[in-house]
């Protein structure tokens, strides 16, 4: 497998984003091309891993790699997007086109589970939205799903929290990511809240960096473990999982973040 970037920069404007309000920009499809059978030809790669975030935002770019996937290598060569993308951006002929050409798992930017936090991050989604687009990637498509959820920024409460772990679990997900908010400095959310007492030692998705205004450290850590718990524990997933376990390290690294 190799990583691969078609393009840079977003539109849009998620207060929490270090990359938003930028200028999108994009690769030619004929440079993809020629990056990509040099990836096959000289490295022998099987599976694309493409890492950009905005990629389906390009309609006529997501379309002529697709056809060149179709055309050229007949199944042959599998792609993935691990980064995630835009839901919005999808529809079921973008959809049938992606598991055509060899799209096989996408992850996808939920964030939230209360159309409060999408209206106070500037998300532009709204719960219906993200169910609709989901069923069409899980009917239509049949690709595999991983959503990222952000838990703990100063807006919500206790409540919300509990709430996006109660919505993760109603979707079509195969797996599911619980990030704890970071902070950034330039984001309009840390202007907005005037961050103080940041632990640059913990400064990762999976710590929490700030202390919150309603939730303590100890009550964050708790619905973080809760919500994976509450997901990976249910049968249909767990099944799932144990199905693709092929050693005890592959275990230890799938049980991590419960531990």
């Known amino acids: 497998a190799a990583p691969i970037i078609f393009t840079r920069g977003c539109p849009m404007h ?3 984003c270090l990359g938003a309000n930028g200028n ?4 030619s499809i004929e440079n993809i091309k020629e990056e990509i059978r040099l990836l096959v ?6 599976e694309l891993l493409i890492e950009d975030e905005n990629f389906s935002f390009h309609k006529k770019l997501l379309n002529e790699f697709c056809n060149f996937m179709i055309d050229e290598y007949k199944g042959q060569l599998t792609w993935a997007c691990p980064s995630g ?7 079921a002929e973008n959809i049938k086109l992606m598991k055509a050409s060899g799209c096989h798992s996408i992850s996808v930017g939920i964030e939230f589970g209360t159309n409060k936090m999408h209206e106070a991050t500037k998300k532009k989604l709204n719960l219906d939205l993200i169910k609709q687009k989901l069923n069409l990637l899980h009917s239509i498509g049949r690709i595999n799903i991983t959503g990222f959820f952000m838990l703990g920024l100063p807006q919500e409460k206790k409540e919300d929290i509990c709430e996006t772990i109660k919505f993760a679990c109603s979707l079509p997900l195969q797996r599911a990511q619980f990030n704890c908010f970071m902070p950034q400095p330039g984001t309009e959310i840390w202007n907005q809240f005037c961050f103080q007492e940041i632990d640059f030692n913990k400064y990762h998705v999976h710590s929490i960096a700030y202390r919150h205004p309603n939730i303590s450290k ?6 973080k473990r809760k919500a994976y718990f509450k997901f990976y524990l249910r049968p ?3 099944f799932s ?7 005890l390290s592959h275990l230890y690294y799938l049980m991590k973040p419960l531990i």
């Open 241 to 247: 999982i144990l199905r693709t376990i092929n050693s």
């Open 236 to 238: 249909v997933i767990l």
């Open 218 to 223: 100890k009550e964050l850590e708790y619905l």
């Open 14 to 16: 998620c207060t929490f």
């Open 41 to 46: 030809n000289d490295f022998n790669v099987r």
């Open 24 to 27: 999108p920009r994009k690769r």
């Open 85 to 91: 993308l835009r839901l919005d951006t999808l529809n």
